[in-house]
């Protein structure tokens, strides 16, 4: 099979296992922490990477193997690594590149975790972020960059506020800066959109999301597209560009070409800090992947019709989502969404944010849970749960308004979604 000139559906079952003769037809779960070798040179030869191989699981698995390259191909990757989960992901695409002293510019609409990771945790490493506003214009945006900035980062689709990114306009910034843009693709995936063609490099999901889509394993990963040119700007990425001392003076970009990124994240980040995907959770991940796109046209299809239903009742004060026009972000929705955003729709009720967590209080379909993006409807108040961290100040640069209620829909009928938040409107 010609995985490049496969489509996504075809990509989602059949990508990343290809069993010969008498093997399993299904993706097995290499379920062992070890693999056994003939003689001592060839395990040497695996620690000093001059062969590809399988010695232990915290670097690599057969299984785990598999399943980050059929993302890579959904995406139009050269490489993915799996990780342990979303935040996971977020942390190794950037720790990847940066050090203490350096600096990176993000979007400040984005998912409350990441926000903290970069705003607090990064911060205690030595690496400073600046946070932007992503719809400000590209002179003003560029005013963030310094001397030591390493990356550029934003979500195709924020959480929870739904807007969407203008991912050229951050390509040709962080392009102009020498440095890569890294796209959180979680609520579009790849069926939806693929920011490597708009000019991202590097791809993260938490595939605890849509991807898994039953909210069963928690998961990330991280996908390369191999375009970013890390010789190019060889002073501010010397990760890549020179010796590590830890394998005998290895170069990754010279010994690994366009692969380089994904295997210095996976001998160096992953050997070191061990936030490895369990086999039984890739797999897992790997059924839900089998359907993704069948799913994301559903939740997309369904989300419209309740989008809609919101949009026309009059104790709805406000909604978020970029299949309605005369959405923001409508047009931009169009461009890169062509086919459907998301199933995740944000709107606040009339009354503020007491009377919105009173309608949450009485829904009986929709669960009120701190998951979001799986095939089950469910709700949340970001200011109340996952977001109650931060400050009014700082969830309105998040583009959290306080009575902002975050509703995922899922794969029932959609007539019975809307019948349920009718019902909860009432009371």
């Known amino acids: 099979m010609n995985e490049k000139k496969c489509k996504p559906a075809t990509l989602c079952v059949q990508a990343g296992w290809t069993p010969k003769k008498g093997e399993p037809r299904v993706l097995p779960i290499y379920q062992s922490t070890t693999f056994k070798y003939e003689t001592s040179e060839q395990m040497a030869r695996l620690f ?45 695409a950037v720790f990847n590149i940066c050090s203490a002293g350096d600096h990176i510019v993000s979007a400040s609409s984005i998912y409350g975790g990441t926000f903290n990771l970069f705003a607090v945790t990064l911060q205690k490493l030595g690496i400073e972020v600046t946070f932007i506003d992503q719809d400000a214009d590209e002179t003003e945006i560029a005013k963030a960059f310094r001397p030591n900035t390493k990356a550029l980062f934003g979500e ?72 970013f040119d890390w010789e190019a700007h060889a002073d501010k990425f010397p990760g890549l560009t020179e010796p590590d001392p830890s394998y005998h003076g290895l170069t990754y970009c010279k010994s690994f070409g366009k692969n380089a990124y994904i295997t210095k994240a996976t001998v160096q980040l992953m050997r070191d800090l061990g936030s490895i995907q369990s086999p039984q959770n890739a797999f897992l991940l790997n059924l839900g992947l089998e359907t993704l796109h069948l799913r994301v046209a559903r939740h997309c299809e369904n989300a419209q019709k309740v989008a809609e239903y919101l949009k026309s009742n009059d104790k709805v004060a406000w909604i978020n989502y970029c299949g309605l026009p005369g959405d923001k972000y409508y047009e931009l929705g169009q461009k890169y969404l062509p086919n459907g955003s ?28 701190t998951h979001v993006a799986d095939a089950r409807t469910s709700v949340l108040h970001p200011a109340s749960h996952t977001h109650r961290q931060l400050t009014d100040e700082q969830l309105i640069a998040a583009g959290v308004a306080p009575d902002l209620i975050r509703l995922s829909v899922g794969i029932e009928d959609a007539d019975d979604i809307i019948a349920d938040i009718e019902q909860a409107l009432a009371k």
């Open 48 to 92: 000093d990477l001059e062969e590809s191989g399988y010695f232990y699981t915290r670097l690599q698995n057969p299984t785990n193997d598999a399943v980050a390259a059929k993302i890579a191909a959904l995406e139009g990757g050269v490489a993915a690594m799996l990780t342990s989960s979303g935040q996971a992901a977020s942390f190794y």
């Open 156 to 227: 195709t689709i924020t959480n929870p506020g739904v807007s969407v990114l203008d991912i050229e306009k951050f390509a040709r910034i962080a392009h102009a800066q020498g440095v890569p843009l890294i796209i959180d693709n979680t609520f579009a995936t790849p069926i939806n959109c693929r920011p490597f063609e708009w000019g991202a490099d590097i791809v993260i999901h938490s595939t605890t999301k849509y991807m898994d889509g039953h909210a069963t394993s928690v998961g990330g990963a991280i996908v390369d597209s191999g375009n």
């Open 342 to 369: 998301c199933g995740v729709i944000a709107f606040g009720l009339k009354g503020g944010r007491d009377v919105s967590i009173r309608f949450m209080d009485h829904l009986k379909l929709a669960a009120i849970v």
